[in-house]
């Protein structure tokens, strides 16, 4: 047993002494054996079976090709149900038929921790851990995810279904999920009756869709569509090459769809359509009370901050905030929108951050309808110079620092002046 859950046990021995540890094998059988590290169970799942509250499965090294779920619950007073992978514990779904590889509905109190999941090749709707319905507490650590194919491919999924129940207390961290087919859905996904949320340290990369979501106002997930992904925080993450397959192509890295009071920061977001959206897709939908702040979005495709409803039949963004992020040279598609991307939106903040537009590019697009937010203190910078600053401003066009300012009454305190950007590396976002 490595270390790490040796000490691990010894700290929750105490507290669960009548908890049992089950060990499951390659080399294992699951008619003789007894779940003992001497006489370990062939799969996971008969493992599971047998857990109570306050229960750990210790999978050994190797390649389990099964689909698994849990039975039961654990407990805020007998403890968790724990499913932990010793290093080189594989969960592959290449051969066997199903959707999910690990899956829960209406359970409370799982761990998730240091598995591999590959391989989940069905061509419906799969994902490779989802947790459905309602309960409470859940963590997902140190988990790898990679060569989920297929329609609607996700890496990891929360959808509270039970509109009196939210799926609350959630932790999703240090995760990765690469070389994914998520589309039409999204590589990290939280939708519906969610609350309470800690998404931190993942890293996302070679996705055919959106990178990381928060969504609301779905009906088809739950009824009662007010119940939305709220109150949580998104922190240093890493989303890399997050493009749609399907249409023109506008996933974001980072996307909240009608989510409430959730605080995104110290994320890094590249070579993704889009760096950060927030939206609100479904009609009726406002997402609002948004903090987006220190984030790092640099070569994104199209944009780099995008809010707002897309069009008049969707929802609005109302009485979000921007501020202090660095967008550097996020349009270098050949046919890009803007840094600063303002759709159906009001009452928004823009402040105090550092856009850097590439040379003959726009910095701004605002489309009629998304004057009324306060854009203020912001520092832009282009190699081309104030006077050739390209924006648009409803039905207005301009190409200079100050017709923006004085055609939109916006960046009274803001500047045009060189800042210093340097490239995030993926060692130094992954020790964030």
Known sequence: MPPIYQCLF????????????YHVDVKGNDDKGAGSNERPWRTIQRALEECEAGDTVLVHPGVYAERVEFNNSGSATKGWISLLGEDGATISGKGVKGQQLIRAENQSYLRIQN??????????????????????????????????????????????SQADVPLSDIVI?????????????????????????????????NVNNIGIDFIGGEGDIVKDTTKVAREGICKGNRV????????????????????????????????????????????????????????????????????????????????CLFEGNQFYQNTQHAKPQAELWIQHASGNTVRE????????????????????????????????????????????????????????????????????????????????
């Open 10 to 21: 010894l700290l929750l021995c105490p507290l669960l002494s009548q908890a049992e540890v």
């Open 240 to 319: 890399e090459n997050a493009r749609s397959s399907y249409g023109d192509g506008y996933a974001a890295g980072i996307y909240v769809d009608g989510g409430k009071d959730i605080t995104i920061e110290d994320n890094v977001v590249t070579q993704c359509d889009l760096g950060i959206e927030v939206g609100a897709e479904n009609k009726g939908t406002v997402a609002s009370g948004i903090i987006v702040r220190s984030n790092i979005l640099f070569k994104n495709d199209k944009a780099g901050l995008v809010f707002g409803g897309y069009d008049t039949k969707r929802g609005r963004v109302q009485d």
């Open 173 to 205: 961290d240090g995760n990765s999920i690469t070389d994914c087919e998520p589309a039409p859905s999204e590589a990290l996904t939280l939708n519906g009756n969610v609350t309470k949320f800690s998404i931190t340290n993942n890293s996302i990369t």
């Open 115 to 160: 598995l591999s999941l590959v391989d989940n090749l069905d061509k419906k709707e799969s994902a490779a851990i989802m947790i459905e319905g309602g309960g409470s507490h859940y963590e997902i650590r140190n988990c790898r995810i990679a060569r989920c194919k297929g329609k609607n491919a996700i890496g990891i999924g929360f959808y509270g």
């Open 353 to 432: 951050n550092y856009f850097w537009v590439t040379e003959k590019k726009s910095m701004a697009l605002t489309v009629k309808g998304g004057g009324e937010n306060s854009v203020d203190g912001n520092t832009w910078f282009s190699a081309g110079g104030a006077e050739n600053l390209r924006y648009q401003f409803g039905e207005v066009q301009g190409s200079t620092f100050t017709t923006w300012q004085s055609t939109t009454g916006w960046d009274a305190t803001g500047k045009f002046e060189k800042w210093e950007f340097t490239e995030p590396s993926k060692a130094a976002t992954a020790q964030r």
